[in-house]
């Protein structure tokens, strides 16, 4: 079996919405959620002889790995980061930096993804905190060819939490930086878009349209192994 990593915080100190911690990059706060968690994958028996890839993202990005990893079967090794730690949270880049450690792999794509979380950040914060993940991935994989996707929308809006105006945002500030840093776009988005019946949730698309997504990751990522 693959392993599995799975980190969850259900603590008291989530009853407070607002921590300070040692500045990583720009952001020098930390929002916690109700539920945090961190999920990693590795292939059973890695190949030698095949590249590896890197998905990055939250549980959206882990619902269609499973897919992406069955389309690239043979061509690649495929792993898997998935948190729910946001962009200007300087968890993030502290727990990417601790997985390229203990993965010890040279990865050939990452294709990468952060957006629906950390809703307790605005967008400048969101943008202060953008580049700070890109210099990571750069800083550990500095021979990686990255692929940005962008924020799939939802199905229902959420006042307290994601809503389609503020994805829509994040992606726009998301998209101007990956442009300018010619970082190719997987247009997750406009995928979902198309389908706003694939839902299993007011968030998270159903198997068929995860389905339809992971071709799409998999046919740009196999374009740059």
Do not use: C
């Not at 706060?29 to 109700?34: D, G």
């Not at 994958?41 to 002889?49: E, G, I, K, L, W």
């Not at 890109?134 to 021979?143: D, G, T």
């Not at 990255?146 to 809503?163: C, Q």
């Amino acid at each position: 079996m693959p392993r599995h990593f799975l980190r969850v915080l259900l603590s008291a100190f989530v009853l407070l919405p607002l921590f300070t911690v040692p500045a990583i990059g720009r952001s020098e706060r930390m929002v916690a959620e109700k539920i945090e968690w961190t999920w990693e994958v590795t292939p059973d028996h890695p190949q030698a002889d095949l590249p590896s890839v890197l998905l990055v993202g939250d549980s959206i990005t882990r619902n269609y790995y499973p897919a992406v990893a069955e389309d690239l079967a043979g061509k690649a090794n495929v792993y898997l980061f998935s948190s729910s730690i946001s962009i200007g949270d300087p968890r993030l880049v502290a727990e990417l930096k601790q997985f390229f450690v203990m993965e010890h792999t040279r990865f050939r794509v990452i294709h990468f993804n952060n957006g629906m979380h950390g809703w307790g950040f605005s967008e400048a914060e969101y943008k202060a905190g953008f580049p700070a993940l890109v210099r990571e991935l750069r800083r550990a994989q500095p021979a990686a060819k990255l692929i940005w996707a962008n924020t799939t929308p939802v199905r229902k809006d959420n006042p307290d939490g994601a809503t389609n105006a503020r994805v829509t945002a994040r992606n726009e500030i998301a998209d101007a930086i990956v442009k300018q840093d010619r970082i190719p776009l997987d247009d997750q988005y406009a995928v979902i878009h198309q389908h706003p019946d694939m839902y299993n949730d007011d968030v998270h698309p159903n198997e068929k349209a995860s389905a339809i997504q992971a071709r799409q990751a998999a046919d740009m990522i196999a374009k740059l192994l």
